[in-house]
């Protein structure tokens, strides 16, 4: 029998390392628990076939799946007793959870239904913002043949909120436009002016940080990706993060709480509860249809002018 829990603060961390632990020449099966029934699972781990045929599952997100008192007792027994010719790899990844929250959740009794008797590998420490370019650096180099400067690591990562499963499509590209294996900063750039994902989280940054031009970053963005509510998401999340520092608490990961720290400052308190505040009230309005347009399109880039503009008055 093999067991294996992996934890990680990114899905490509957590699925690499899943994959690397799967047995060769086994066929595998991986599912999000949330598609998953009960029976399904029973299902698939409580018992092999007549022939003893080894078989593998990947399991992504584990806490996803939310069981009573007595169900779960039904999964650990079963989790106990699955047959030898079963591997089962579960993963976890918390996806920009305080520190608070990330503790609950790591010491709670649904995580260690899953750890117990389970191989574990804690990879959190990955996406931290010391370890995060030296990742990606290793990475262009031995995935893409492409080597990167810390700086430029740093870059790419900034510029996609510390995520790295995002840094890598923009690795991919950058592999399909550097002139050989020394990346120039001009090959990077020409990357991200191409890209609305680049554009978005730099319009996120823009907002934040004050930006002159972050009224027209806001129209560009929004003639290409008009989601204003995945805007307003990412906002009131670096927001939140800001009242948690200002409060003393940690803020996780830690590639996002030095975004955070890095702009702090422009954020003294009583102007860090109007911004909430007014983006409480905005998502408010445009979901309850109270802001006017010829489209709901129109209205939402509007309702965002507004916003913005307050933001930067502010």
């Known amino acids: 029998m093999g067991r294996a829990l992996v934890i990680a603060r990114d899905p490509l961390v957590a699925a690499e390392a899943a994959g690397a632990r799967l047995p060769q020449g086994v066929p595998v099966r991986r599912h999000y628990v949330n598609d998953l029934s009960l029976d399904a699972i029973f299902q698939q781990l409580g018992s092999g076939d007549l022939f003893a045929t080894r078989q593998a599952f990947v399991y992504v997100n584990v806490l996803d799946l939310k069981l009573k008192k007595a169900d779960g007792e039904r999964l650990e027994a079963t989790l106990a007793r699955m047959p030898a010719e079963i591997e089962l790899v579960c993963t976890q990844v918390f996806d920009s959870l305080s520190y608070r929250d990330e503790e609950r959740l790591l010491k709670g009794a649904e995580l260690a239904r899953w750890s117990r008797g389970a191989q574990v590998e804690d990879l959190r420490r990955v996406s931290d913002a010391a370890n995060a370019p030296r990742w990606l650096a290793q990475r262009a180099l031995q995935r893409h043949g492409l080597k990167l400067t810390p700086p430029q690591a740093q870059r790419l990562l900034a510029i996609v909120g510390g995520k790295l499963a995002l840094a890598e499509g923009e690795l991919l590209k950058l592999a399909l436009v550097a002139d050989g294996p020394t990346v120039t900063d001009a090959e990077i750039e020409s990357i991200l002016a191409a890209s609305p994902a680049v554009q978005y989280w730099e319009l996120v940054d823009a907002l934040l940080g004050g930006a002159p031009d972050a009224l027209t970053r806001l129209r560009t963005w929004h003639s290409l990706e008009p989601e204003g509510f995945r805007l307003m998401a990412e906002l009131r999340r670096r927001l939140l993060g800001l009242r948690a520092l200002s409060q003393g608490q940690p803020v996780q990961p830690p590639f996002f709480a030095q975004q955070l720290r890095s702009i702090a ?50």
Request: charged share 30%.
């Open 265 to 314: 400052r422009r954020w003294p308190a009583a102007r860090l509860v109007r911004a909430i505040e007014g983006l409480a009230e905005l998502e408010f309005r445009l979901k309850s249809g109270l802001i006017p347009g010829e489209s709901s399109r129109d209205a939402e880039l509007s309702a965002l002018e507004v916003f913005t503009r307050e933001l930067l008055a502010s």
